[in-house]
């Protein structure tokens, strides 16, 4: 056999498993038998000496992993980029390999020296006419390596992201075959990979490994020509790489498994090809963004990083000032990176949300597009969230007015004065600006401190399961807070409006919010029909869904009174007629049109009747939402999970935002806006609306007796 492959490997004499930095590891320190590891390798390198000619480096002691030669570096011609190992045990590997590369006349390129690489492991050539190197991220190598390969080695770089611990190097879980073919385990990398990977390998060169091959390392191969030497394959996956042509070789690596190893590991190639010229190729890119605040004690900074890893990216800290009083802010300067344009602006979107900035010598323009299909917006628009925002503009930063969630940015120049306002998908017309990418945005977030934090954060929801105080003792004081701040809002002819579901009717809370209304807190309600049917159901036949609200009995028949109730409601032509025609003399919508509070009900796929009242054009209902919720100080949210979202989605941060529900979940949801305003109680909603009366009428009656 013509040898001309030639590979680089290390004896195991020093191999053991003796510290732990990837999952294979734990719970085999010390486990590794060396004779078992002794046979295992030299029957490896006899089957890889009959296809290959072999070269050894000498182990050292002390590094155990040296055996894995596949992390030594990634050779190209006679060129290699040597490894910068991420854990402090295997870094002093480096000098190694490095002078038995040096030795052997290959030129050694070394990366900077903080930005880990983990060489063949984790870099992997894709051999053909046009060749390509698939590169590897998210657990070992860095992203920001890549470009540097790009350039270095003249070569089309394709970063894949690994998703699964247990496949932390890329060489573990995708082995490219001679003629295009590739083998590997497609739930080891996210989406985006595996489109990259589909895109670049026609599907009948692709050999997708299930997971029981994937973790006896079948991927981890070595290919040499027509042979595949590998830990184990099924009988399925022999036959599928046979009748592509392949010679499957199975060669048992149970010891160095233990370590996380599998036979391409334990070999580097040294006859990689070199790459023509002017290949150089990688979509990476990266940004620096400026974070700003009290990033460590609000937990901004980690929140900030993992949206960059979560988001397929990676980051450098630059810089990093520390404040070091609990009132001084810190700020941070962070290279992100992604492995495309696009993937950088959905993080970068994500950081300025969080407020970061984009740092750049110049405030940097937004971008422009027109509308050219009404209603429609550019693919790459800019969807605003509830945090003040600006734009820029002509050099000039504009606030966007009529902040929400879920909007497009429209800016209008009219003479000197440049506007811009939120717009909803719907409401855009042809010809008009709107923002797209990521350039020239800012929001503006309030520095949130630990002394801001107090009882009332969203935080705390988590707070009222876990604290060894009785939860009710626990929702007693909040509701002090709030009763306190809401008498406060209403003395300075403050707005609060509730949006309440029907539980309140059903939990006995309709005598406790008709009580706010009547009393001058609730300056608007809004809800859904059966908020509005149940109150009336009450009001008219003393039952909630058919249940004596009294009695707490279900009443014969009663699963027909909320029928009736509508059906009154609607032969009188709406709720106020029939207030007006004395027919419905209590409840919160009595109290509603007695003391002209306007209120906005919303219908629903799952609506009776509905009450004349109800909205069921939902475009129309939503305008009336927002309507109302115009300069809101204060929003109850009671029980609705539906008409709770719907209301958050449209309010600004900076409003205070109090929400009640069983669930936590719900209240997880829509009280952790990342502000300091919201407020989530996890309770029963009768017995906290029966709480606050009782706290607001003790709080009268201090007033009236001072
Ligand atoms: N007959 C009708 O017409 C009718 C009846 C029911 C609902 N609907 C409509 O369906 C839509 C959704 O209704 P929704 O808002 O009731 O449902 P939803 O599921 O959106 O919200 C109900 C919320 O109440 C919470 N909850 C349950 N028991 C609680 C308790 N004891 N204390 C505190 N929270 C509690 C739940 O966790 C949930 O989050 C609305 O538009 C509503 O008008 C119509």
């Known amino acids: 056999m013509d040898k001309t492959i030639e590979l680089l490997m290390c004896a195991p004499d020093h191999f ?230 392949f010679q499957p070789i199975e060669s048992p690596m149970s010891e160095f498994m233990k370590a996380g190893g599998g036979a391409k590991c334990l070999t580097l190639r040294l006859t990689e090809p070199a790459a023509k010229k002017s290949r150089a190729r990688c979509s990476t890119e990266s940004r620096v963004v400026s974070l700003k605040g009290h990033l460590l004690d609000s937990g901004l900074l980690n929140h900030a990083l993992d949206v960059a890893v979560e988001g397929g990216g990676s980051f450098r800290i630059l810089n990093f000032k520390l404040g070091l009083q609990r009132q001084s802010t810190s700020v941070a300067e962070v290279k992100i990176s992604a492995p495309a344009a696009d993937v950088l602006d959905k993080i970068i979107g994500q950081l300025i949300d969080l407020g970061a900035t984009i740092d750049t010598p110049k405030p940097s323009q937004a971008r422009l597009v027109a509308i050219t299909q009404a209603g429609v917006a550019p693919d790459d628009f800019y969807a605003t969230t509830i945090y003040p925002t600006e734009v820029c503009v002509d050099g000039d930063w504009v606030r966007v007015q009529g902040q929400r969630m879920d909007a497009v940015v429209v800016v209008d120049t009219n003479g000197n004065e440049t506007t811009a306002h939120c717009r909803l998908l719907r409401d855009l017309k042809v010809g008009e600006r709107v923002v797209v990418g990521v350039d020239g945005i800012r929001t503006v977030r309030q520095p949130e401190a ?130 007006e025609q004395g027919l419905l003399k209590s409840g919160v919508m009595y109290e509603c049109v007695r003391k002209r509070v306007p209120f906005a009900l919303a219908g629903s796929i799952r609506d009776d009747g509905p009450l004349p009242d109800t909205q069921m054009n939902l475009v129309k209902a939503q305008a009336a939402y927002a309507q109302l919720l115009q300069g809101a100080d204060l929003i109850l949210m009671l029980s609705s999970m539906l008409h709770s979202i719907g209301v958050g989605n449209m309010t600004p941060a900076g409003v205070k935002l109090v929400c009640v529900d069983i669930n936590p979940a719900v209240v997880t949801k829509l009280a952790d806006r990342g502000s300091v305003e919201s407020v989530g109680v996890v309770t029963d909603v009768g017995l906290f609306l029966s709480l606050l009366e009782q706290q607001l009428r003790k709080l009268e009656a201090t007033t009236t007796a001072a």
Not at 483 to 493: F, L, S
């Open 16 to 245: 053991g498993i003796r510290y732990v930095i990837n999952p294979w590891m734990e719970g085999n320190i010390n486990r590794a038998v060396p004779e078992t590891a002794i046979e295992q390798w030299q029957n490896l390198a006899r089957v890889l000496g009959e296809h290959a000619q072999v070269h050894l480096v000498r182990p050292q002691a002390g590094l155990p992993d040296m055996v894995f030669t596949a992390n030594a570096g990634l050779v190209l011609g006679r060129r290699v980029v040597l490894s910068r190992f991420l854990h402090r045990e295997r870094q002093g590997e480096e000098a190694h390999f490095k002078r038995w590369f040096a030795e052997h006349g290959f030129t050694v390129d070394e990366l900077p020296a903080d930005l880990p690489f983990e060489g063949a492991g984790d870099a992997l050539l894709q051999r053909g006419k046009e060749p390509w190197l698939w590169a590897g991220y998210g657990f070992r190598s860095e992203l920001d390596s890549h470009p540097l390969l790009a350039e270095r080695l003249r070569l089309d770089v394709v970063s894949l992201r690994l998703m699964d611990k247990r496949f932390y190097h890329l060489d573990t879980c995708l082995c490219p075959l001679e003629d295009g073919y590739l083998l590997y385990y497609p739930h080891a990398f996210d989406a985006r990979s595996n489109q990259q990977i589909e895109e670049r390998v026609p599907a009948e060169r692709r050999i997708a490994v299930q997971e029981p091959d994937a973790v006896n390392f079948a991927c981890n191969a070595v290919n040499l020509g027509r042979v595949l030497v590998m830990n184990q394959a099924s009988l399925e996956l022999k036959e599928r790489l046979q009748s592509s042509g």
């Open 450 to 579: 630990r002394a801001d934090r107090g009882d009332l954060t969203g935080k705390e929801e988590f707070g009222f399961m876990e604290s060894s105080v009785s939860s009710e003792r626990r929702v007693e004081l909040v509701v002090e807070q709030i009763a306190w701040e809401w008498r406060r809002i209403r003395q300075r002819g403050g707005k609060a409006v509730v949006v309440a579901g029907p539980v309140v009717i059903h939990t006995g809370g309709a005598e406790h919010l008709a009580y706010l209304i009547r009393e001058g807190y609730v300056q608007a309600l809004l809800g859904g029909n059966a908020i509005a049917v149940h109150d009336i159901e009450q009001a008219l036949l003393g039952t909630s869904l058919g249940i004596d609200l009294q009695h707490g009995r279900s009443v014969h028949g009663g699963h027909q009174h909320h029928l009736r109730a509508i059906n009154l409601i609607r032969r009188c032509g709406k709720i106020s007629a029939a207030v």
